[in-house]
């Protein structure tokens, strides 16, 4: 079988072999990339899984939700298996955003690559974005059948406490720039295109005047975005100095609106889907004080705000009193118990966890590894933790080289039982650049744990 052959056609193929057959039945496994071997075929649910195994295998399978989704052409998987790493998983296809789903998804497709090719010595879950989450959900989830979990730019928030943060930006942006408008917040409607189209463009006229700006700043300082975004043509943009106001704002904006994932477009698109999914909104900020939040916000971010608000002549405590008197937004009960079982973090684990953020992911913000950490140390799990960050804009904007580290990383602490040095030095040495960093989220405004 081609590296490259079409997986429609691979797990086309497989129905016959999958459909009635035992759970952990795999297909067969056939040559590919060089000397290494491929298995592919359906779930029960019908997701498709697939693997390869090097001829010189380490004893390490990697699970991964999107894997199945062209994983096995990626530069990534030829950095890993050319290191001895069996690679593999699924796809989203299915699962969407019913995340209890997916996690349940990453044990039985180990279940399929371990009937075809026997036990695997250490089973690690990792990946990115929901990836990542759900990689996260499966050390949670499935200790008994996962040995670790390496994360990478997930939204370790939680279902419930990202979606909450992303409901006060875009709850303050809408109370404070256009609450005279049909913007939606919540009950996004089905042409999310459009709500997209709308939102980047009354955004846009925002951002060329001096209130809109300030307005926009405090938005994301609420928010608790990145003040450092990607260009509209995804190019990387300079890190602005903590003094630099307009600098700051600037990247807020484009973490906003800008790049190829602007966090904007992700809260219409992935809302509509999750209450599609969930049955209503699950979703709240009623009690919620944004006074509050705004003076918890990372030091230069407030700064930038207070400044920006002088500038354009805005009283800022008068917008504050504003948003304090918002009629709130209330959730559906049974949309967030929905919601809850996919997945709110508790720190109840019992595998090693190695997380990697961008430190200037919009996505993904980088103020939910904070909450993801203490939970874990709140339980008495903080020694199977360990939290790197790399200086980077974009969602999951990682070489292969941080990525192959964080993953060698965590090999090691399966083979000794203890923890590597997992250092920005330690992990640049290893990546081949020197993008990891000594960073301290600030501490995640929307924790949730159930």
Same mark, same amino acid.
């Given at each position: 079988?081609?590296?490259?052959r079409?997986?429609?056609a691979?797990?086309?193929?497989a129905?016959?072999?999958?459909a009635g !057959? %035992? !759970?952990?039945?795999?297909a067969? @496994?056939?040559?590919c990339?060089?000397t ?6 359906? =779930?029960s649910?019908g997701?498709?899984?697939?693997f390869?195994?090097?001829? &010189? ?9 999107d894997?199945a989704?062209g994983?096995?052409?990626s530069?990534?998987?030829a950095g890993l298996?050319?290191?001895g790493?069996?690679?593999g998983?699924?796809?989203?296809t299915f699962?969407g955003w019913r995340?209890?789903g ?9 279940d399929?690559f371990e009937a075809?090719?026997? #036990?695997?010595r250490?089973?690690? *879950?990792?990946g ?5 989450f759900?990689?996260a959900?499966?050390a949670?989830?499935h200790?008994?059948r996962f040995?670790?979990?390496?994360p990478m730019c ?8 990202q979606?909450n943060?992303?409901?006060d930006?875009?709850?303050t942006?809408?109370?404070l720039?256009?609450r005279?408008t049909?913007?939606?917040v ?7 295109p459009?709500a997209q189209?709308?939102?980047?463009s009354?955004l *846009?006229?925002a ?6 700006r300030?307005r926009?700043a405090?938005?994301?300082?609420i928010?608790?975005?990145p003040?450092?975004?990607?260009a509209a043509d995804?190019?990387?943009? %300079?890190? %602005?100095?903590w003094?630099? *106001?307009?600098?700051?704002?600037n990247g ?10 602007p966090y904007i477009?992700q809260a219409m698109s @992935?809302?509509? &889907?999750?209450?599609?999914?969930t ?7 009623t009690? +919620?004080?944004y006074?509050r939040?705004?003076l918890s916000?990372e #030091?230069a971010?407030?700064l930038?705000?207070?400044r ?5 002549g805005?009283?800022?405590? &008068?917008?504050?009193?504003?948003l304090?008197?918002? %009629?709130?937004?209330?959730?559906d009960?049974a949309?967030?118990?929905a919601?809850?079982?996919?997945l709110v973090f508790?720190?109840? =684990?019992?595998?090693p966890?190695l997380t990697?953020n961008g430190t ?6 980088? *103020? ?10 709140r339980a008495?799990?903080g020694p199977?933790?360990?939290q790197?960050? +790399?200086r980077t804009a974009?969602h999951?904007t990682?070489?292969v080289?941080?990525q192959?580290? !964080?993953i060698e990383?965590?090999w ?5 039982g203890h923890w590597?040095?997992v250092? #920005?030095? !330690?992990?640049?040495a290893?990546a081949?650049?020197?993008r ?9 405004n929307?924790?949730y744990a159930g």
């Amino acid at each position: 079988m081609s590296a490259v052959r079409d997986l429609g056609a691979v797990v086309a193929a497989a129905v016959v072999l999958v459909a009635g !057959a %035992p !759970a952990v039945k795999a297909a067969p @496994s056939e040559p590919c990339l060089g000397t290494a071997a491929c298995t592919a075929g359906l =779930l029960s649910d019908g997701t498709p899984y697939q693997f390869v195994k090097p001829s &010189a295998w380490n004893g390490v399978v990697l699970v991964d939700l999107d894997f199945a989704a062209g994983g096995l052409t990626s530069p990534l998987t030829a950095g890993l298996v050319g290191r001895g790493y069996a690679v593999g998983g699924t796809t989203r296809t299915f699962t969407g955003w019913r995340i209890a789903g997916a996690v349940d998804n990453q044990a039985a497709a180990l279940d399929r690559f371990e009937a075809a090719f026997g #036990p695997a010595r250490w089973a690690i *879950a990792e990946g990115r974005s929901m990836g990542g989450f759900v990689a996260a959900g499966v050390a949670q989830v499935h200790p008994g059948r996962f040995d670790a979990a390496v994360p990478m730019c997930g939204g370790l928030g939680g279902s419930v406490g990202q979606w909450n943060q992303k409901l006060d930006t875009v709850f303050t942006l809408k109370t404070l720039l256009f609450r005279d408008t049909a913007l939606p917040v919540t009950g996004i409607p089905a042409d999310v295109p459009e709500a997209q189209r709308q939102w980047i463009s009354a955004l *846009a006229g925002a951002q060329s005047t001096r209130e809109g700006r300030a307005r926009i700043a405090l938005a994301a300082a609420i928010g608790q975005l990145p003040a450092w975004g990607l260009a509209a043509d995804g190019g990387t943009t %300079p890190v %602005p100095r903590w003094w630099d *106001a307009a600098g700051l704002q600037n990247g807020m904006y484009l973490a906003l609106a800008g790049g190829p994932l602007p966090y904007i477009g992700q809260a219409m698109s @992935s809302r509509r &889907a999750i209450e599609q999914v969930t049955g209503g909104n699950p979703s709240w900020n009623t009690g +919620v004080d944004y006074g509050r939040q705004f003076l918890s916000a990372e #030091p230069a971010h407030r700064l930038a705000v207070v400044r920006l608000y002088a500038e354009a002549g805005l009283d800022l405590g &008068a917008d504050l009193r504003l948003l304090a008197g918002a %009629p709130r937004v209330a959730a559906d009960p049974a949309a967030v118990r929905a919601f809850a079982q996919g997945l709110v973090f508790t720190g109840d =684990l019992r595998v090693p966890v190695l997380t990697v953020n961008g430190t200037g992911d919009q996505i993904s913000t980088v *103020a939910q590894q904070q909450s993801y950490g203490e939970l874990a140390r709140r339980a008495g799990n903080g020694p199977l933790v360990r939290q790197t960050y +790399v200086r980077t804009a974009g969602h999951c904007t990682f070489t292969v080289g941080e990525q192959v580290a !964080a993953i060698e990383k965590m090999w090691h602490r399966l083979r000794t039982g203890h923890w590597p040095d997992v250092s #920005p030095r !330690a992990m640049n040495a290893l990546a081949g650049d020197g993008r990891y960093v000594e960073y301290g989220p600030p501490r995640f405004n929307r924790q949730y744990a159930g």
